[in-house]
């Protein structure tokens, strides 16, 4: 605090103004006042825990299977099936060894898409099963658990690409 500084801890005031704390009257007459930097960053659904999770999730089943895996969460509408579908084969030409889980929280639906290499080495029961676990998971208001347990389920079944 320089000379001749007054602080709001004094209770002094500005003519009428009362001083907010963290404010100072400068030698010059000017206030000067120290503000929490808030960043204006968006905010999402989860942590950044949480995310950490699902990206560790699908890098280690996409490294150990060859497969390219991917999460879509939002609104699939009406025809659920058809709409993820149309985001799948937005992957483009790895598309072929791609698996796609879209969920749509609010309209309580979930979407295993695959291409025909990974068609051939995940069973539909397996899929199945891995949706069932998923959906157990969301029913406990668990999404990111739900999809990590789901990638794990899918991983295993598909095995490596050596097998």
Do not use: C, H, W
Request: glycine fraction near 12%; avoid cysteine.
């Amino acid at each position: 605090m320089g000379a001749g500084e007054l602080t709001a801890d004094r209770t002094r005031s500005q003519g009428d103004q009362e001083l907010e704390p963290g404010s100072v009257v400068t030698l010059s007459g000017r206030v000067s006042a120290a503000k929490m930097y808030d960043p204006n960053t968006p905010k999402g659904p989860f942590t950044a825990t949480q995310l950490a999770r699902l990206d560790e999730a699908l890098t280690l089943a996409s490294r150990d299977t060859g497969l390219d895996f991917s999460v879509y969460i939002g609104a699939l509408g009406k025809d659920s099936r058809a709409e993820a579908e149309k985001l799948f084969r937005r992957i483009g030409p790895r598309g072929r060894e791609s698996v796609l889980i879209a969920v749509s929280p609010g309209e309580r639906v979930v979407e295993l898409v695959t291409g025909e290499i990974a068609e051939q080495r995940l069973s539909k029961r397996g899929g199945k099963l891995a949706v069932m676990s998923m959906v157990a998971s969301f029913k406990e208001g668990d999404l990111i658990g739900g999809l990590v347990s789901g990638l794990r389920m899918l991983d295993e079944q598909a095995g490596s690409p050596r097998e």
